[in-house]
């Protein structure tokens, strides 16, 4: 790939960590959970409650909504803004939140703990450039179209600027499926980790839009090596203003969050059997040779 001068694979092999209120994204596996959009200062405050005792790192919730209608819900702004910061007082949860518009970065900053760019959005460079300017953490979401190369050049969008707490997540990408709102590009999970140092999370659930896919594909995706979800969850999803369909109740994330944390043990116990069988195959593998001669530098 040309021209990943700041977002490629270190020589040395170090990943990058994004230490946010506490949480090191990158480091440990994170969940961020919370409602499409903020809709009231009572939906809010229950639902951060609820995804908190469940387990969740960090509390999502949109004050902006960049809708596919005009006339949709299109979220409540300064008052969203406020609740979020609320919530976060109340639950100490670090709040994640978009921004869609470049004048909004600076102020959205000063209530946001990082600032996500969406799909929609993921090339619009002057965005990339103001948010990389603001020294907040950045959550940036791969464009349904995108490839990539295209995804992490974005990236560098916000690295030139000198800011790099850059979190990468994949949402899904448009084919030609019709079952799902979009179709999860799972394999971008290890191929994004063999190029950049980047973090990378990701959406089960803008990147299915089926309610009983987000927990089997929430799974598929830690096993792929994702550092952790973004997931959205209603204190009541069927009277939800925007992605009802989408959004798990507390009860559901409650029971996703005990499998997740079932399957990080598995796998961890796998990694441990398969350095424990490593050690010993060279163990037994030095016997054999024996010892290497002092003199002449071949085995006896």
């Known amino acids: 790939m040309k021209d990943l001068r700041?977002?490629?694979?270190?020589?040395?092999?170090?990943?990058?960590?994004?230490?946010?209120?506490?949480?090191?994204?990158?480091?440990?596996?994170v969940i961020i959970a919370g409602p499409c959009a903020?809709?009231?200062?009572?939906?809010?405050?229950r639902t951060a409650i609820a995804v908190k005792e469940a387990g969740a790192n960090m509390l999502r919730g949109g004050a902006f909504k960049p809708r596919t209608s005009p006339y949709a819900f299109q979220g409540l702004g300064l008052k969203g803004l406020k609740i979020l910061d609320k919530a976060r007082r109340e639950t100490g949860l670090p709040i994640v939140t978009e921004v869609v518009d470049t004048r909004d970065v600076s102020w959205v900053g000063e209530y946001a703990d990082v600032l996500q760019i969406g799909a929609r959005n993921m090339q619009n460079f002057s965005l990339l450039r103001e948010a990389g300017k603001s020294g907040r953490p950045i959550l940036l979401k791969r464009g349904m179209y995108s490839t990539l190369e295209e995804w992490l050049n974005c990236a560098e969008y916000i690295l030139a600027e000198g800011n790099s707490q850059i979190i990468l997540c994949e949402r899904g990408i448009r084919s030609f499926e019709t079952f799902t709102r979009n179709t999860l590009d799972l394999s971008i999970i290890p191929a994004a980790r063999s190029v950049t140092h980047l973090p990378i999370l990701v959406d089960p659930?803008?990147?299915?839009?089926?309610?009983g896919l987000i927990?089997?594909?929430?799974?598929?995706?830690?096993?792929?090596?994702?550092?952790?979800?973004?997931?959205?969850?209603?204190?009541?999803p069927p009277s939800a203003l925007s992605d009802k369909d989408q959004q798990l109740s507390p009860l559901a994330f409650g029971r996703l969050m005990r499998k997740v944390r079932?399957?990080?043990?598995?796998?961890?116990?796998?990694?441990?059997?398969?350095?424990?069988?490593?050690?010993?195959?060279k163990a037994i593998a030095d016997i054999v040779a024996g010892p290497e001669d002092s003199v002449h530098g071949a085995t006896r």
């Open 215 to 236: 927990e089997p594909m929430s799974l598929a995706a830690i096993a792929a090596g994702a550092d952790g979800l973004e997931i959205e969850v209603h204190i009541d």
């Open 6 to 29: 700041l977002s490629g694979t270190r020589e040395n092999g170090a990943r990058t960590i994004v230490e946010v209120g506490g949480v090191r994204i990158g480091g440990e596996l």
């Open 38 to 45: 903020v809709e009231s200062e009572d939906q809010l405050i």
């Open 262 to 281: 079932a399957l990080r043990e598995a796998l961890a116990a796998i990694d441990e059997a398969e350095d424990n069988r490593c050690a010993n195959e």
């Open 205 to 211: 659930s803008h990147g299915t839009g089926v309610l």
